[in-house]
């Protein structure tokens, strides 16, 4: 009985240990490093064993010290990151810290659609974006308005690609956002928005954008994209989406916001918008 006990905590625990380590890693280029290596060591693994290689299978267990330094070399940032996670703030505190971003974003997004300064912002939810991140400057800044807006205005050296924020920071700027290969997209948008469209199709990122030519505030997720919106009605989209549970929010959402393919909104809070921005 016992036995039987500490059979499944031991395998509970290391089946926890290996979700939160793919969890983590997901999204970098160091767990294409991962993959590799565990391909690499399963077919050397099996050789031994099918070909009853009795050296290799020596070196292996020979080498097992040196491969755990050679992990902790290769994956000393994303360590240093998961050492620092378990210092978090309680979830209340996280909320709040949510909140605040979403107040800094609505305050940066309605200065610019009233200058008419061209932005695309996303929001990174659970499928890490650190491929994206990695095409434009590393950042890991406080999300302040006053700095969020400095990065799109003309002439500036990252106003040309779009901000990625996780959590309640600032990540990169001027990154490459993947293009919606949409047909029917193309016809009406420009490419801010069919990048936005482009990386809410490939993950659960929120992205905002803000037209240069319109000044048309526009939220894209999941694919779809919705436009004419303003302060209050992003601020209540945002909310809606980033601070309740991942199981319930879209169909609330759904529900706030008709949101189609050509990016026209339809509810009882929002009024039927169309337009067409062609930057």
């Not at 089946?15 to 565990?38: E, H």
């Not at 319930?248 to 509810?267: C, F, N, Y």
Request: charged share 20%; aromatic share 8%.
């Amino acid at each position: 009985m016992w036995l039987l006990i500490s059979t499944i905590i031991q395998v509970s625990v290391l089946a926890c240990i290996f979700y939160y380590i793919f969890l983590f890693f997901r999204g970098t280029r160091g767990a294409q490093v991962l993959v590799g290596l565990g391909f690499l060591l399963a077919i050397l693994i099996g050789l031994t064993q099918i070909f009853n290689l009795d050296a290799l299978n020596w070196m292996l267990r020979n080498l097992s010290v040196f491969l755990g330094v050679a992990i902790l070399v290769i994956f000393q940032p994303e360590i240093r990151r998961a050492l620092a996670e378990l210092g978090k703030q309680p979830v209340f505190s996280a909320t709040v810290e949510k909140r605040t971003v979403i107040d800094n974003l609505i305050e940066t997004v309605t200065q610019l659609a009233e200058h008419r300064v061209g932005a695309l912002i996303a929001i990174e939810r659970e499928i890490g974006t650190r491929s994206v991140q990695e095409t434009g400057i590393r950042l890991d800044i406080p999300v302040i308005p006053e700095l969020l807006s400095s990065m799109f205005y003309p002439h500036t050296p990252l106003h040309d690609g779009g901000v990625i924020i996780a959590g309640n920071r600032i990540m990169a700027a001027g990154c490459l956002f993947p293009l919606s290969h949409d047909v029917e997209l193309h016809k009406t948008y420009g490419t801010r928005h069919r990048a936005a469209v482009g990386l809410s199709e490939e993950t659960d990122a929120v992205v905002v954008v803000v037209s240069e030519e319109t000044g048309a505030i526009s939220v894209c997720y999941r694919g779809r994209l919705s436009s004419g919106l303003d302060g209050e009605q992003l601020k209540s989209f945002l909310s809606d989406l980033l601070l309740k549970q991942p199981d319930s929010v879209w169909h609330r959402a759904q529900k706030e916001l008709d949101l189609t393919p050509d990016g026209i909104a339809k509810s009882e809070k929002m009024k039927e918008t169309t337009g067409t921005d062609n930057e």
